[in-house]
Protein backbone atom coordinates (compact mmCIF):
# COMPACT_ATOMS: atom_id res chain seq x y z
CA UNK A 1 0.00 0.00 0.00
CA UNK A 2 2.68 2.66 -1.13
CA UNK A 3 0.45 4.26 -3.76
CA UNK A 4 -1.19 7.28 -3.06
CA UNK A 5 -5.16 6.62 -2.46
CA UNK A 6 -7.30 9.75 -3.65
CA UNK A 7 -10.03 10.87 -1.65
CA UNK A 8 -13.67 10.33 -3.02
CA UNK A 9 -16.89 10.86 -0.98
CA UNK A 10 -17.28 14.27 1.83
CA UNK A 11 -16.23 13.77 5.42
CA UNK A 12 -19.34 12.31 7.55
CA UNK A 13 -20.72 14.96 9.85
CA UNK A 14 -21.91 11.80 11.77
CA UNK A 15 -19.52 9.15 11.92
CA UNK A 16 -20.16 5.46 11.83
CA UNK A 17 -19.99 3.90 14.63
CA UNK A 18 -18.34 0.36 15.12
CA UNK A 19 -19.49 -1.52 18.50
CA UNK A 20 -17.13 -4.37 18.29
CA UNK A 21 -14.04 -2.13 17.90
CA UNK A 22 -15.28 0.63 19.79
CA UNK A 23 -14.39 2.81 16.50
CA UNK A 24 -15.49 5.58 14.75
CA UNK A 25 -15.61 5.80 11.11
CA UNK A 26 -15.68 9.85 9.36
CA UNK A 27 -14.96 8.70 5.81
CA UNK A 28 -14.49 6.30 3.16
CA UNK A 29 -10.83 5.45 3.05
CA UNK A 30 -11.08 5.14 6.97
CA UNK A 31 -13.97 2.93 6.14
CA UNK A 32 -11.20 0.87 3.69
CA UNK A 33 -9.10 0.59 6.26
CA UNK A 34 -11.16 -1.04 8.66
CA UNK A 35 -12.13 -3.77 6.06
CA UNK A 36 -8.65 -3.94 4.95
CA UNK A 37 -7.54 -4.30 8.93
CA UNK A 38 -10.09 -6.36 9.75
CA UNK A 39 -11.23 -8.63 7.42
CA UNK A 40 -11.61 -11.31 9.40
CA UNK A 41 -14.22 -10.04 11.48
CA UNK A 42 -16.11 -7.87 9.30
CA UNK A 43 -18.65 -9.16 7.83
CA UNK A 44 -21.19 -8.63 10.00
CA UNK A 45 -20.68 -4.98 9.62
CA UNK A 46 -20.72 -4.91 5.54
CA UNK A 47 -24.52 -6.65 5.99
CA UNK A 48 -25.96 -3.60 7.95
CA UNK A 49 -28.29 -1.78 5.87
CA UNK A 50 -27.36 0.96 8.09
CA UNK A 51 -23.54 1.03 6.58
CA UNK A 52 -25.27 1.38 3.42
CA UNK A 53 -27.18 4.67 4.10
CA UNK A 54 -24.46 6.06 5.64
CA UNK A 55 -22.26 6.13 2.57
CA UNK A 56 -25.36 7.74 1.07
CA UNK A 57 -26.43 10.25 3.42
CA UNK A 58 -22.89 11.22 4.96
CA UNK A 59 -20.50 10.52 2.49
CA UNK A 60 -22.35 11.73 -0.22
CA UNK A 61 -22.22 8.74 -2.14
CA UNK A 62 -25.52 7.52 -3.62
CA UNK A 63 -24.14 5.48 -6.96
CA UNK A 64 -22.05 3.78 -5.17
CA UNK A 65 -24.98 3.03 -1.88
CA UNK A 66 -27.24 1.77 -4.72
CA UNK A 67 -24.89 -0.57 -6.11
CA UNK A 68 -24.36 -1.70 -2.46
CA UNK A 69 -28.28 -2.37 -2.19
CA UNK A 70 -28.46 -4.52 -5.35
CA UNK A 71 -25.95 -6.52 -3.53
CA UNK A 72 -27.59 -6.69 -0.35
CA UNK A 73 -30.86 -7.93 -1.99
CA UNK A 74 -29.90 -10.03 -4.32
CA UNK A 75 -26.79 -11.93 -2.93
CA UNK A 76 -25.84 -10.69 0.34
CA UNK A 77 -22.61 -12.05 0.82
CA UNK A 78 -20.15 -9.59 2.73
CA UNK A 79 -16.92 -9.97 0.39
CA UNK A 80 -19.39 -8.97 -2.60
CA UNK A 81 -20.39 -5.76 -0.57
CA UNK A 82 -16.07 -5.16 0.05
CA UNK A 83 -15.53 -5.83 -3.37
CA UNK A 84 -18.34 -2.89 -4.62
CA UNK A 85 -16.13 -0.44 -2.23
CA UNK A 86 -12.76 -1.31 -2.80
CA UNK A 87 -13.32 -1.01 -6.56
CA UNK A 88 -15.35 2.25 -6.35
CA UNK A 89 -12.35 3.88 -4.21
CA UNK A 90 -10.32 2.74 -6.26
CA UNK A 91 -8.59 1.14 -2.81
CA UNK A 92 -5.24 -1.78 -3.02
CA UNK A 93 -4.28 -3.62 -6.47
CA UNK A 94 -6.85 -6.05 -8.09
CA UNK A 95 -4.77 -8.83 -6.57
CA UNK A 96 -4.82 -7.33 -3.14
CA UNK A 97 -8.89 -6.41 -2.91
CA UNK A 98 -9.35 -10.46 -3.90
CA UNK A 99 -6.94 -11.53 -1.23
CA UNK A 100 -8.80 -9.35 1.55
CA UNK A 101 -12.56 -10.09 -0.17
CA UNK A 102 -11.60 -14.11 -0.48
CA UNK A 103 -10.05 -13.72 3.39
CA UNK A 104 -13.69 -12.23 4.60
CA UNK A 105 -15.59 -15.09 2.59
CA UNK A 106 -13.67 -17.35 4.81
CA UNK A 107 -14.08 -16.03 7.74
CA UNK A 108 -17.67 -16.42 7.43
CA UNK A 109 -17.19 -20.22 6.91
CA UNK A 110 -15.63 -19.60 10.79
CA UNK A 111 -17.79 -20.70 14.35
CA UNK A 112 -18.90 -17.99 16.50
CA UNK A 113 -16.00 -18.88 18.76
CA UNK A 114 -13.01 -19.30 16.54
CA UNK A 115 -14.54 -15.74 15.28
CA UNK A 116 -14.27 -14.24 18.78
CA UNK A 117 -10.78 -15.82 19.67
CA UNK A 118 -9.72 -13.91 16.02
CA UNK A 119 -10.96 -10.49 17.41
CA UNK A 120 -8.96 -11.12 20.76
CA UNK A 121 -5.98 -11.84 18.62
CA UNK A 122 -6.63 -8.53 16.88
CA UNK A 123 -6.74 -6.68 20.38
CA UNK A 124 -3.39 -8.76 21.61
CA UNK A 125 -1.68 -7.53 18.18
CA UNK A 126 -3.18 -4.01 19.07
CA UNK A 127 -1.69 -3.86 22.59
CA UNK A 128 -4.96 -3.73 24.03
CA UNK A 129 -4.28 -6.47 26.57
CA UNK A 130 -7.01 -6.33 29.10
CA UNK A 131 -9.80 -6.35 26.71
CA UNK A 132 -8.38 -9.27 24.85
CA UNK A 133 -8.02 -11.20 28.11
CA UNK A 134 -11.54 -10.43 29.03
CA UNK A 135 -12.42 -12.56 25.47
CA UNK A 136 -9.84 -15.27 25.93
CA UNK A 137 -11.17 -16.14 29.79
CA UNK A 138 -14.87 -15.89 28.54
CA UNK A 139 -14.11 -18.38 26.05
CA UNK A 140 -12.11 -20.77 28.90
CA UNK A 141 -14.94 -20.44 31.29
CA UNK A 142 -17.34 -21.23 28.83
CA UNK A 143 -15.37 -24.24 27.56
CA UNK A 144 -16.08 -22.52 24.14
CA UNK A 145 -13.49 -23.85 22.11
CA UNK A 146 -13.16 -26.84 19.52
CA UNK A 147 -10.84 -29.00 20.59
CA UNK A 148 -7.70 -29.04 22.81
CA UNK A 149 -5.28 -27.08 20.74
CA UNK A 150 -7.72 -23.86 20.61
CA UNK A 151 -7.63 -24.56 24.96
CA UNK A 152 -3.85 -24.46 24.66
CA UNK A 153 -3.97 -21.34 22.43
CA UNK A 154 -6.15 -19.70 24.88
CA UNK A 155 -4.32 -20.75 27.71
CA UNK A 156 -1.09 -19.27 26.42
CA UNK A 157 -2.63 -15.90 24.98
CA UNK A 158 -3.28 -14.93 28.10
CA UNK A 159 0.08 -15.38 29.48
CA UNK A 160 1.58 -13.64 26.81
CA UNK A 161 -1.15 -10.29 27.10
CA UNK A 162 -0.13 -10.52 31.30
CA UNK A 163 3.51 -10.93 30.67
CA UNK A 164 3.08 -8.06 27.83
CA UNK A 165 2.01 -6.22 30.84
CA UNK A 166 4.78 -7.00 33.57
CA UNK A 167 2.23 -8.89 35.23
CA UNK A 168 4.89 -11.94 35.13
CA UNK A 169 3.96 -14.03 38.26
CA UNK A 170 0.41 -14.00 36.71
CA UNK A 171 1.93 -14.91 33.59
CA UNK A 172 3.67 -18.17 34.61
CA UNK A 173 0.27 -19.60 36.23
CA UNK A 174 -0.96 -19.41 32.75
CA UNK A 175 1.79 -20.53 30.68
CA UNK A 176 1.98 -23.41 33.32
CA UNK A 177 -1.51 -24.64 32.71
CA UNK A 178 -0.48 -24.67 29.02
CA UNK A 179 1.85 -27.23 29.42
CA UNK A 180 0.02 -29.15 31.62
CA UNK A 181 -1.67 -29.71 28.14
CA UNK A 182 1.11 -31.29 27.06
CA UNK A 183 0.56 -29.68 23.35
CA UNK A 184 3.81 -27.60 23.57
CA UNK A 185 5.52 -28.40 26.52
CA UNK A 186 8.45 -27.37 25.78
CA UNK A 187 7.82 -23.70 24.60
CA UNK A 188 5.24 -23.17 27.40
CA UNK A 189 7.83 -23.89 29.71
CA UNK A 190 10.42 -21.49 27.85
CA UNK A 191 8.16 -19.13 28.35
CA UNK A 192 7.11 -19.80 32.69
CA UNK A 193 10.55 -19.80 32.96
CA UNK A 194 11.11 -16.47 31.24
CA UNK A 195 8.72 -15.19 33.69
CA UNK A 196 10.33 -16.12 36.48
CA UNK A 197 14.20 -15.23 35.88
CA UNK A 198 12.40 -11.43 34.94
CA UNK A 199 11.04 -11.16 38.65
CA UNK A 200 13.73 -13.49 40.30
CA UNK A 201 17.40 -12.40 41.95
CA UNK A 202 20.63 -14.49 40.98
CA UNK A 203 20.07 -16.22 44.62
CA UNK A 204 16.77 -17.12 44.20
CA UNK A 205 16.64 -18.50 40.54
CA UNK A 206 19.48 -20.44 41.48
CA UNK A 207 16.89 -22.09 44.28
CA UNK A 208 13.93 -22.17 41.65
CA UNK A 209 15.80 -24.06 39.21
CA UNK A 210 16.87 -26.56 42.47
CA UNK A 211 13.57 -27.12 42.80
CA UNK A 212 12.05 -27.43 39.40
CA UNK A 213 14.02 -29.51 37.44
CA UNK A 214 11.75 -29.71 34.65
CA UNK A 215 13.19 -26.21 33.96
CA UNK A 216 17.05 -26.99 33.55
CA UNK A 217 17.01 -27.99 30.23
CA UNK A 218 15.41 -24.37 29.19
CA UNK A 219 17.88 -22.16 31.85
CA UNK A 220 20.54 -21.52 29.39
CA UNK A 221 19.25 -21.31 26.00
CA UNK A 222 16.82 -19.09 27.92
CA UNK A 223 19.34 -16.75 29.61
CA UNK A 224 21.37 -16.69 25.94
CA UNK A 225 17.89 -15.31 24.74
CA UNK A 226 17.33 -12.74 27.42
CA UNK A 227 21.01 -11.60 26.57
CA UNK A 228 20.01 -11.12 22.62
CA UNK A 229 16.90 -9.73 23.60
CA UNK A 230 18.97 -6.94 26.27
CA UNK A 231 21.40 -6.06 23.47
CA UNK A 232 18.24 -5.41 20.69
CA UNK A 233 16.75 -3.61 23.06
CA UNK A 234 20.17 -1.13 24.04
CA UNK A 235 19.50 -0.18 20.22
CA UNK A 236 16.21 0.87 20.70
CA UNK A 237 15.55 4.64 20.63
CA UNK A 238 13.85 4.67 23.91
CA UNK A 239 16.85 2.42 25.54
CA UNK A 240 18.87 5.56 23.70
CA UNK A 241 16.43 8.02 25.53
CA UNK A 242 16.50 6.96 29.02
CA UNK A 243 20.28 6.24 28.75
CA UNK A 244 20.88 10.04 28.29
CA UNK A 245 19.45 10.65 31.78
CA UNK A 246 22.54 9.76 33.58
CA UNK A 247 21.32 8.28 37.10
CA UNK A 248 24.62 9.41 38.66
CA UNK A 249 24.75 12.79 41.19
CA UNK A 250 24.86 15.91 38.94
CA UNK A 251 22.61 13.77 35.93
CA UNK A 252 19.43 14.16 35.18
CA UNK A 253 18.16 11.53 37.44
CA UNK A 254 14.65 13.21 38.23
CA UNK A 255 14.05 13.53 34.36
CA UNK A 256 14.55 10.24 34.26
CA UNK A 257 12.42 8.82 37.06
CA UNK A 258 9.46 11.20 35.19
CA UNK A 259 9.73 9.78 31.82
CA UNK A 260 9.81 6.22 33.52
CA UNK A 261 6.36 7.15 34.85
CA UNK A 262 4.84 8.16 32.10
CA UNK A 263 5.63 5.11 30.04
CA UNK A 264 4.11 3.15 32.63
CA UNK A 265 1.07 5.20 32.65
CA UNK A 266 1.48 4.57 28.90
CA UNK A 267 1.83 1.26 29.25
CA UNK A 268 -1.30 0.50 31.65
CA UNK A 269 -3.91 2.09 29.51
CA UNK A 270 -4.90 -1.20 28.45
CA UNK A 271 -5.33 -2.66 31.45
CA UNK A 272 -9.03 -3.11 32.63
CA UNK A 273 -11.49 -4.45 35.26
CA UNK A 274 -9.92 -7.89 34.91
CA UNK A 275 -7.27 -7.07 37.38
Not at 165 to 177: C, V
Not at 215 to 237: D, I, V
Not at 247 to 268: A, S
Request: net charge negative; with cysteine.
Amino acid sequence: MSYVVFCKGKTADKPYWIEDLKLYLYSMEELCYYIYSNALLCDGELLKPKLALWIRDECGLPDLYASIDVVLHKDPRAERVAGQIFAYMDYLSKQEREAVCEKIKKSAALGINERRKSRGDLLYLGERYGEAIGIYRDLLSKEAFDDEKMQHSLLYNVGCCYGNMFYYDIAYEWFMKAAAMNIDRGGDLMAALFCKYMVLNEREWESFLAEHEEFLTFAAPMKNECAGLLEQWEKEPLAKELAGFERRPGGREKEYYVRLKELMEEWKRGVHEYF
